[in-house]
């Protein structure tokens, strides 16, 4: 029997190609302000939240197709619930890790990367998933009502937010016009409240610097190359920073903020995502260790004050 000539379906390329088309269009849809049925993350059919690159994806497919679910699940899932798809719904990919045993005889696969373990080869696999709103004959327990948004005064702290940020312990300076983190004094500059109309982004922005604000050696040692403004090592920092923000915001409130997004900054996106089309997963690895590391900073500090 002659071999299928059909090739093989490369989950990394498609994600990345989809994203690179979305950005392209000039909007980032993961900006938008969102929390859906109560959640405000995506959640698998059991309510287990989704993480990293899925949460990320997930979130931004939920807003691009207007979904008031926070559920997603498998066709098998679906039908083993006694629901179906409805007809002409699209599914969504997302992706999982693993690690199998090593074939010292065979290559790894294309979808292997390197690993310390000479026994094993850990991959990276592909499924779909359809949202609670492609799906007929689920119970109305996947279809939550949302919730009501809290109103904040204009120009004014967010105590929640205040709170857990001002926990983690950053040295920070309320100054000036201008955010940026200083790796030589390891310190975060900051505007001031008052010079957002909208005190969430205040939040947003201060979280991006923050996501920047893990990268030392002395705490995730997380590194690209020598960055400069502009170049290549420069770009994927400031997208492990884009995803922080998303994180945090998700647990806190808030949409991922910056002071300026112009043409340039997204094509430093593209321009990283089109020249390693694993680049997305690894960042948002990266963002969601660094979200992971400022939540357990704030909550250590927070009860260190309470002591």
């Known amino acids: 029997m002659a071999k299928s000539t059909k090739p093989k379906f490369d989950a990394?390329?498609?994600?990345?190609?989809?994203?690179?088309?979305i950005i392209d269009r000039g909007v980032l849809p993961w900006r938008r302000p969102w929390s859906v049925g109560g959640s405000p993350v995506p959640l698998r059919q059991n309510g287990e939240p989704y993480q990293g690159v899925n949460n990320f994806l997930l979130t931004m497919r939920t807003l691009m197709g207007g979904y008031t679910s926070p559920y997603w699940m498998t066709l098998r899932q679906a039908n083993e619930l006694d629901a179906r798809i409805i007809k002409g719904s699209k599914s969504s990919v997302v992706i999982y890790y693993g690690t199998a045993e090593r074939d010292r005889d065979a290559d790894a696969s294309d979808d292997a990367t390197a690993t310390d373990d000479p026994k094993t080869i850990p991959f990276m696999k592909s499924y779909r998933v359809f949202n609670a709103d492609q799906i007929e004959g689920l119970d109305a327990g996947f279809h939550p009502a949302p919730p009501e948004l809290p109103v904040h005064p204009e120009r004014a702290p967010i105590p929640h937010m205040q709170a857990f940020f001002e926990a983690i312990g950053a040295t920070v300076s309320f100054s000036g016009r201008d955010a940026c983190y200083v790796p030589a004094l390891d310190k975060i500059y900051m505007p001031p409240i008052e010079v957002f109309e909208n005190p969430l982004n205040f939040y947003a922005v201060?979280?991006?610097e923050l996501g920047h604000?893990?990268?030392?050696?002395?705490r995730l040692n997380r590194s690209y190359g020598d960055a400069r403004f502009g170049n290549t090592a420069y770009a994927r920092e400031e997208i492990v920073a884009e995803l922080c923000t998303v994180f945090l915001g998700q647990k806190l409130g808030f949409s991922a903020h910056t002071l300026e997004l112009n043409a340039?900054?997204?094509?430093?996106?593209?321009h990283v995502l089109r020249s390693d089309k694993r680049a997305i997963f690894k960042h948002a690895a990266d963002a969601q260790k660094a979200c992971d590391y400022l939540v357990a900073a704030s909550e250590a500090g927070q009860g260190a004050k309470a002591a």
């Open 213 to 218: 604000w893990t990268k030392p050696r002395h």
């Open 12 to 21: 990394a390329a498609s994600i990345t190609s989809e994203l690179i088309s």
């Open 264 to 270: 340039a900054y997204l094509d430093n996106w593209v």
């Open 206 to 208: 201060w979280g991006h």
